[in-house]
């Protein structure tokens, strides 16, 4: 009996969990990854003592990861722990008001009462809110493919339909927020959720108000071992269920006859495959791997999510204030994304998100010191100066953090490391190094995002964050379950 192979362009999470999940399905299953490790964004290194996680910071649904180990019937435990985080953030505004995003509701409207004078009804109503949004037509959405017919003849439609109001695509979130919430620091603390697939809050749907449910209803958590354990544990999963891994060794032409997949192009030699799933970005994956400009094009006709300069900087002090998640927020949010998305520059006053895993792990950096990953929100590449702007942005976050923690922060840093959109794009693929490929600013912005599959080529699919539903950990491994799912349908597994 022939055993059908699978080949999987790219080891991110999205690319291992679809190899996992076809695995188990049967699949002989072969992934091809142009760097020299799993991982894609999500990955780590060490400098002078110190661990970085070097991508994704923040943890949220582990039950997508519990949800692999089940259909591989492995233990989890095995491979992966994590701990929940009482804390999902630690907000810090220009007038001094600071407010502690507690995960357990009523803490959390309690301190938007006591710091913001927002009232806990109205809180808690919102987050009440948000899980309907979510569990009505959220998981309808995200789990499945927009394309397929029988998406929109389940039986859950109805129920999606009947909580559908217009306001949550022609309202801007920032519209949404404002409605609710009394205080300008409240409404700009749930207009940060647009920037978590890399969009803008003023011109984004109030649809992604669903966002907040996955952080403060369903919890925050924190990958024992960082969040590159996530990546290790993936890839060893993929390992035990018989995925053969081939490292730097980049696909070069994905093959097709008569409208049909038979194999991808490697060091010169055709490897045939009944099926290929590219977890590359989309845009690349047609321009260069099929050959396909026209519809390379087509992908950009959407607009760029967000990227990010990045700097990784090993502290020589222990913050008592600080959280494993801080934020430093601009005082005009407005302007701030007004630079990103139209002017395609940075802010002079940038608001800033500190990462600080040693806050859970002591061990991830010497003693009584601190490692942080200080990012700031920053436009796609199209040509800018990055030497420059990453010199003024690295002066404008120091200047702000040593003003509002009241220390000089420049003097503190004894190691450090930077991240910009080039790299960015260099490292993972990720066009113009947008974080999450095409941003969520327009109405039907969802449904314009590219399949999951195509129907110009039978047996080739597509996972991770360029593609339906979206990027960040969660909307990767669920892409990856629609790939699989899509593919047993296919081919009758």
């Given at each position: ?36 490790q ?56 220009e ?15 309690q ?44 039986k859950?439609?109805?129920s999606?339909?009947k ?100 194999g ?36 950009l ?12 900087w ?13 934020i ?62 990453k ?51 327009s109405?039907l ?48 597994k």
């Open positions: 009996m022939h055993t059908q192979k699978a080949i999987i362009i790219g080891s991110g999470i999205g690319g291992m969990a679809a190899a996992i999940r076809l695995a188990v399905q049967g699949f002989t299953v072969t992934v091809y990854e142009k760097n020299d799993p991982g894609g964004k999500l990955s780590a290194f060490k400098k002078d003592g110190y661990s970085f996680d070097a991508g994704p910071s923040l943890f949220t649904q582990p039950q997508n990861i519990e949800e692999l180990f089940l259909l591989a019937q492995e233990p989890i435990n095995d491979y992966f722990t994590w701990q929940p985080v009482p804390v999902a953030c630690k907000y810090f505004y007038n001094g008001k600071i407010v502690q995003a507690h995960t357990n509701a009523n803490k959390f409207a301190e938007l009462k006591e710091q913001l004078n927002e009232s806990p009804e109205t809180v808690k109503a919102y987050l009440t809110q948000s899980e309907k949004l979510y569990n009505n037509i959220g998981t309808l959405f995200l789990n499945n493919s927009l394309q397929k017919t029988n998406t929109w003849v389940n859950k439609i109805v999606a339909l909580t559908f109001r217009f306001g949550y695509l022609f309202k801007s979130l920032n519209q949404h927020n404002n409605k609710h919430f009394s205080s300008p620091e409240a409404v700009q603390l749930f207009n940060r959720f647009a920037t978590y697939n890399g969009s803008n809050p003023y011109k984004a749907p109030s649809m992604l108000s669903v966002i907040p449910h996955l952080e403060q209803n369903q919890g925050t958590f924190y990958p024992n071992g960082g969040m590159i354990s996530i990546t290790n544990a993936l890839y060893k999963l993929a390992i035990k269920k018989g995925v053969q891994f081939y490292f730097d060794m980049p696909v070069q032409q994905i093959t097709h006859h008569k409208k049909l997949v038979n991808v192009v490697v060091n010169n030699e055709k490897v045939m495959a009944d099926v290929v799933v590219s977890n590359a970005d989309v845009y690349f994956t047609y321009k260069n791997l099929l050959g396909n400009m026209y519809k390379a094009k087509k992908v006709k959407q607009e760029r999510s967000s990227s990010a300069l990045i700097f990784y090993g502290i020589n002090k222990s913050f008592s204030q600080l959280q494993l998640h801080n430093f927020f601009s005082k005009d949010y407005k302007n701030e994304f007004d630079n990103i998305f139209v002017h395609k520059q940075l802010t002079g006053d940038p608001t800033v998100y500190i990462n600080i895993t040693s806050k859970i792990e002591s061990s991830q950096c010497p003693d009584g010191k601190e490692n942080w990953f200080v990012m700031v929100n920053a436009p796609a590449n199209t040509g800018q100066n990055w030497e420059q702007l010199i003024v942005a690295r002066n404008n976050v120091i200047s702000k953090l040593s003003r509002i923690l009241g220390q000089n922060i420049e003097g503190l840093i004894e190691t450090e490391h930077t991240l910009d959109p080039i790299m960015i794009e260099a490292k993972t693929d990720s066009y113009m190094g947008s974080l999450y490929g095409t941003s969520s600013n109405v912005a969802a449904f314009f995002r590219h399949a999951n599959f195509t129907n110009a080529i039978k047996g080739l699919y597509f996972c991770g964050g360029s593609v339906h539903p979206g990027g960040g950990i969660p909307l990767c491994l669920k892409s990856a379950k629609i790939v699989s799912e899509l593919i047993a349908k296919d081919y009758k």
